[in-house]
């Protein structure tokens, strides 16, 4: 797991980009966002990222508090 900060969205499309803390630009698509059972996305929103072992994110989500933690 690892975060970001929202850079760019696009509702229409559902896909955008995250900024790491390293300023790491990095896509993501339509289908890691609708993996994360998210609705909506906003420009500076901190994010958490499931990446694969290409480094291509597969998951866009909020952590929460307590059991399971993840927001959807």
């Given amino acids: 797991m690892a ?10 499309t559902g896909a955008g980009s995250v900024l790491l803390d390293d300023g790491l630009e990095i896509p993501f ?3 890691a ?10 420009p500076g ?3 958490s990222l499931d990446r694969d072992a290409d480094g ?3 998951r866009v989500y ?6 399971g933690e ?3």
């Fill in 3 to 12: 975060q970001g900060s929202v850079h760019t969205f696009e509702p229409a």
């Fill in 29 to 31: 698509s339509a289908e």
């Fill in 33 to 42: 966002f609708e993996a994360g059972g998210l609705r909506l996305l906003r």
């Fill in 45 to 47: 929103q901190r994010v």
């Fill in 56 to 58: 291509t994110i597969t």
């Fill in 62 to 67: 909020l952590r929460g508090i307590g059991e």
């Fill in 70 to 72: 993840t927001i959807a």
